[in-house]
């Protein structure tokens, strides 16, 4: 894998940003999750919300074991801290099979933690899927490329991560998600060989907003997003915050006029 500069420095600042937020949020001792989950469960039992409590690994393998998440379908995991190891007991809890929506925003999971999603035996019926902020890198899609877990999945958000412009390539060949229609990579680094992988996908024909922003993209990857005559679907191309010309910026304009498709390119 390949990282750059641009990636060290996210690595580093994310860790920062981790650390902080551990000795700013609301510690929890193992012992009293139980009475968390009691006044966070909704009272339907259909979603918790367990946000901005850092848990840790010790905390999520005590969660995977409890009984009460078997009704569950929306699970509210962000920044929690549960990193890999608890990401791996969560996704061998039978008591998340009916989980549909999962946001494990900055949890530090890593390669490893979506790899132990993507094989759990129970987490099949995923429709939106929120792994932002949490080291993942190129590896990655090799195991969601091997994964039946995603077949539902609607919406993907894998922005601020580590992806390069392999990582974005081999993304671009995965066949396990032909029901995506939101997919967020905002703020990697997949550049315009990245972009153009994407562009000449076929696995995505249900696409409707794509969020590249921030991301290296030049006029060449700009050009094979907006030609692409794979997204039948789409709706919303964001390239903001990306090298883009003036040339391209017009083009953009004159595209969205045309075909009807937003393109948020500042």
Not at 25 to 49: F, H, M
Request: with cysteine; net charge positive; glycine share 6%.
């Amino acid at each position: 894998m390949r990282v750059s500069f641009h990636n060290k420095i996210k690595v580093s600042i994310l860790c920062l940003w981790m650390i902080c937020f551990a000795f700013t949020s609301p510690s929890l001792a193992a012992d009293d999750l139980k009475a968390l989950i009691q006044k966070r469960l909704s009272e339907d039992g259909l979603t918790l919300d367990l946000s901005r409590v850092v848990i840790g690994p010790k905390g999520a393998i005590k969660l995977a074991k409890m009984e009460e998440l078997s009704k569950v379908t929306t699970l509210l995991l962000q920044g929690n801290g549960i990193k890999y190891k608890g990401m791996k007991a969560l996704a061998q809890s039978p008591h998340l099979a009916n989980v549909k929506h999962l946001d494990l925003w900055g949890n530090l999971i890593g390669d490893l933690g979506l790899k132990a999603l993507a094989e759990s035996p129970y987490l099949k019926n995923l429709e939106s899927l929120k792994i932002w902020k949490n080291e993942i890198a190129d590896e990655a899609f090799d195991h969601v490329a091997l994964s039946k877990n995603f077949s539902n999945v609607t919406t993907l958000l894998m922005n601020d991560n580590l992806i390069t412009p392999d990582g974005a390539s081999a993304f671009a060949k995965v066949e396990s998600l032909p029901n995506l229609e939101t997919l967020n990579l905002f703020r990697n680094e997949i550049g315009d060989d990245g972009a153009v992988a994407i562009a000449n996908s076929k696995n995505f024909p249900n696409l409707k907003a794509l969020y590249l922003g921030q991301n290296n993209i030049a006029d060449k990857g700009a050009e094979a997003l907006m030609g692409s005559e794979f997204f039948p679907a789409l709706k919303s191309l964001d390239l903001v915050m990306n090298p883009l010309s003036s040339k391209i910026q017009m083009k953009a304009f004159k595209y969205t006029k045309e075909k009807g498709i937003q393109i948020i390119i500042r």
